[in-house]
C-alpha cells in the first residue's frame, strides 16, 4: 500500500520556522517528483514547492520564494519543506505529492497524496 505521511507542522509565532517530513512507503519514490500543496480555509489549494526525481530542480510560489526550501532524501524515501520567516498568511493543512511521471506546479498530475500536516502561524 502506497503512503505518504506528512510530519513536523504545528503553532508556530510570525518569524518563526517549521520543518515538514514527508515519508514515503509502500514502493521507492526516488524516481517521482515530489511537491508540497497547501490549502488555508475557504481557499483553494495551492502549489508551494516541487523537486525533481534528482534534486536538481526546484520551484517554489512567488509567495514563499526566499522562505521555505524543498529538499530530499531518496535513501530514506523522504522530502522536506523547510519553513523560514514563517507568516500569518501560511496558516494552512500542508499536503505532500507525488507523481511518478513528468513535473509540475499543479495539484493535477499527481497521483498520491498525503492527508495533511496542519500549520498555524500566529502574529
Known amino acids: 500500500q502506497v503512503q505518504l505521511v506528512e510530519s513536523g507542522g504545528g503553532l508556530v509565532q510570525a518569524g518563526g520556522s517549521l520543518r515538514l517530513s514527508c515519508a514515503a512507503s509502500?514502493?521507492?519514490?526516488?524516481?517521482?517528483?515530489m511537491a508540497w500543496f497547501r490549502q488555508a480555509p475557504g481557499k483553494e489549494r495551492e502549489f508551494v514547492a516541487a523537486?525533481?526525481?534528482?534534486?536538481?530542480?526546484?520551484d517554489y510560489a512567488d509567495s514563499v520564494k526566499g522562505r521555505f526550501t524543498i529538499s530530499r532524501d531518496n535513501a530514506k524515501n523522504t522530502v522536506y519543506l523547510q519553513m523560514n520567516s514563517l507568516k500569518p498568511e501560511d496558516t494552512a493543512v500542508y499536503y505532500c505529492?507525488?507523481?511518478?511521471?513528468?513535473?509540475?506546479?499543479?495539484?493535477?498530475?499527481?497521483?498520491?497524496w498525503g492527508q495533511g500536516t496542519q500549520v498555524t502561524v500566529s502574529s
Open positions: 505529492a507525488a507523481r511518478r511521471y513528468g513535473y509540475g506546479t499543479y495539484p493535477t498530475g499527481y497521483e498520491y
Open positions: 509502500g514502493r521507492t519514490f526516488r524516481s517521482d517528483a
Open positions: 523537486i525533481s526525481w534528482s534534486g536538481g530542480r526546484t
